[in-house]
């Protein structure tokens, strides 16, 4: 290698030499990932067929699946499961999150559609729109949950008060506290903070659609509803889907907004503030990684059905 | 006619206008109540209503506070300068070097920055503590590579690969090894792309709750979200509401500004890490 003429007369080719350098360029980084994700995430799976608590993390005996399920007959014969999968607690999380994701990322779709279609138009002060838009995405998660938990406070938040003048509202909702409303909060909260994000991406597929389309549309005299569901949709239609499923897999992994906006609320709680909670505050370490577990592998089901069955391309090389 | 375009034009900036004050509405009360306090706080008001700088006092004033912001100046700059080394090596070999399994490698990295945080909790939890750095920055700093890390690579390689081939060639039939090639001819090319990840990556450092929460234990050691987060009174009804938004305040206008002048960088960072073609 040293030598430049043995790499001249019947050394490794350019493209062996570039192949191998490549190689040491992408160990370094393989090996983070490996310390950060692969490593972690075996050690979690493992961690969820033991009895570790957070008090004593190598005390663990394996005793395989009893946290995701269990079977017991007592001596009267009754027989008694146990585990994740037969606890009310677990399943309703299941369901706060997906309630929660298919809602904000179905209103997240259609509000960043109008968005984006207001951006692709020529207007004076669309600047101002673009930078007044991406003031949401550019607040920290943590803060705009602050921000709205005080609009939304039931003694002196605005929201109660405009809603109260304008008479929507006969009296002040506790928004946050209340079971029935702290799930409309939560996706208020998160409506209002990722919108931006969708209204982005989408924009950037309507950017590719060629003007003369519309042009051509117009000279036909076809009304611009139909140009838009028949023309304009299917076009970005991939750029949708990627979009979709990013937020998609946000939303199934939420933590952060819900743990400061409601805590302890059970109609919020979703599964990964539930997994956390047994992690760390109520010791139940393993019985936390299986849930966590769990979340994983109906994320990876997820994403995976969604790819197949959408045939969405991530890379972008398909049309290349 | 023009009647139905009139109103139609009025329609479309009645839109633009409920957009813009959706958008911005939450801050701008932010920054109102961050200058009201004592009994000013707890009226409605739409407009500002005085200033008065003693929330901002009182927050400047407290020590925790200040570290805070230096834990998360610290822990959001390194994870971006460890990221963008590993990042730039290794999206030049996936970008403009052929081999086996790439596209495989790409999707692998792509599903990383997909994980679900929680997942990967518990076996980084006694990571952490295995390598005795529970309650440090370098808990975060290693940690916040699991997202970092993927996203910068992958935005890289989309970047890099949209460069054309020309100008390497010429550096190969000079001689030119892999390393000078990436210092030499990719690295000043690589600039802008560098700074539009880099910033992603140092908002999403900066923002991130999870870890930080998990992996510190003392008020010293936490990042601004997680202090702000936990920031409460003794009760229910003594939450310091005025001292929580002009922490917010305090935080948020350096992102604002960053995000609004780089905001064409940004958008086109964001969209290639995902929509291109």
Redesign the interface.
Known sequence: MTDPIAGRSGGPSLRQRRQRAAFWFLAPMLFALLCVAAWPLARTIWFSLTNTTLSNLYGGEWIGFDNYLSMRTLSSGRVVWRGTLVDPAWWNAVWNTVRFSLISVGFETVLGLIVALVLNAEFKGRALVRAAILIPWAIPTIVSAKMWAWMLNDQFGILNDILLRLGLIGEKIAWTASTETAMTAVLIVDIWKTTPFMALLILAGLQMVPRDIYEAARIDGIHPVKVFFRVTLPLIKPALMVAVIFRMLDALRIFDLIYVLTPNSSATKTMSVISRENMIDFDKFAYGAAQSTLLFAIIAVFVSAYIWLGRVDLGGEGSK | MTRHKLLKRIG??A??AV??V???F??Y??VV?SFASGTA????N?LPSGFDLRNYQAVLGSKNFLYSIGNSLIIATLTVG?SLF??V??S???AR?R?RGR?L???T????S??????????????V?FLGIFNTHWAMI??Y??FT??FT?WVLT?FMRDLPVEIEEAA?VDGA???II?TRVFLPLLWPAMVTTGLLAF?GA??E??FA??FTSTESMRT???A??LLSGASEQEIP?GP??AA?VI??VP??V???IF?RK??AG??AG????
């Open positions: 479309f900036y839109l633009v957009i813009v959706f958008s911005v939450p801050f009360y932010a109540t706080l707890f009226r409605v739409y460890l590993l990042g090596t290794a030049y070999a996936l070097v081999f596209g490698l790409l999707m990295i792509l599903a990383v997909m994980f679900p945080q929680i997942a990967v909790l518990a076996g980084l939890f006694e990571l503590r290693l940690s590579t699991i890390l993927p690579v989309t190969i090894s892999p390393w990436i908002i900066w923002n709750f999870l929460l998990t601004v979200p997680v702000i987060g509401w929580i938004m917010s935080v948020t992102l604002i960053l995000v609004l905001q940004i958008v964001l969209t995902g929509v291109k073609g």
